[in-house]
């Protein structure tokens, strides 16, 4: 019935939104800003109506939750960087019928999952950084879910994942993109030098084992890749424990996935993490 049309692994690093203002930093991250315009493009080009992020900036510590609120309007300050992102405006159309839908199926599947529509729930800096450029027109609806999981498998979010994608194929009358929103390695700059690593990475092994990663999804060696993730999760401190990760797998097919992979925005330091844009052939 319905369809996957694009899946991609993107950043959404709060220096994005820093790169529009004026001052030092003004244009800093135009490449990144570039890359989620580009994935915007594809997803109009192929008649995507919803957005589902897998948002590494909602922390949850029970269960799996998705927020399908009719509408999300406001102003948005980041707790996390206040002085990064403040006073964001923002205004999306939701989609509580999908995201009732992909709940469902994630609990059918053995993964329990709440569905919010009726909610006073805001969205996280994952969810709203890459809609501010993929999504200015509010072209697309939004359905954002949790990918922040403190006591949670990764293989749970995988058969979340595997769910996601059977009930848009399978229940959903319409076209769906899905956005694993997050870093590679996570392990910020140090308090007090984090100015002096706004390009950088906070360690080499931390970038060598990203560039290794990256390599490994040019191979399209999978199987290698979905073996490697939780250790990779937990030495690298990937962002959300890499849940966002396991979600966008497990819809591709885990070790399974024969598909190849388009770097749209090449992999890049960011206040000592590692950030890319990539999009997965589905």
């Excluded at 706004?198 to 999804?217: C, I, N, S």
Aim: net charge negative; proline share 3%.
């Amino acid at each position: 019935m319905g369809k996957l049309a694009l899946a991609a692994k993107i950043t959404h690093v709060p220096s994005m939104y820093l790169s529009e203002l004026d001052g030092p930093h003004k244009g800093c991250r135009d490449a990144a800003i570039a890359g989620h315009r580009e994935i915007g493009r594809r997803c109009r080009d192929l008649g995507v109506d919803t957005i589902v992020v897998f948002d590494t900036h909602w922390l949850v510590n029970s269960g799996y939750h998705i927020n399908c609120a009719v509408r999300f309007e406001g102003v948005y300050t980041s707790n996390e960087l206040p002085h990064f992102i403040r006073n964001l405006p923002y205004a999306y159309d939701g989609n509580p019928a999908l995201g009732q839908l992909l709940a469902r199926s994630a609990t059918a599947a053995g993964v329990n999952t709440r569905a919010h529509s009726e909610t006073s729930l805001t969205l996280e800096y994952g969810t709203l950084v890459p809609m501010r450029y993929m999504n200015e027109d509010r072209r697309f609806k939004v359905v954002s879910v949790s990918s922040l999981c403190t006591v949670h498998d990764l293989k749970d979010s995988a058969t979340l994942g595997h769910a996601v994608r059977r009930a848009i194929e399978e229940e959903y009358d319409g076209t769906v993109a899905i956005l694993a929103s997050g870093s590679l390695s996570h392990r910020f700059a140090q308090n007090g030098v984090s100015e002096q690593y706004l390009h950088k990475m906070w360690d080499p092994f931390l970038e060598q084992v990203d560039l290794r990663v990256v390599d490994l999804w040019q191979r399209g060696e999978w199987a290698t890749f979905t073996a490697m993730l939780p250790m990779y999760a937990e030495k690298c401190w990937g962002e959300g424990y890499m849940h966002d990760t396991a979600m966008l797998f497990g819809a591709l097919g885990w070790d399974r996935y024969e598909g190849s992979v388009d770097i749209v925005t090449p992999y890049f330091a960011s206040s000592g993490t590692g950030q890319i844009n990539a999009v997965f052939s589905v």
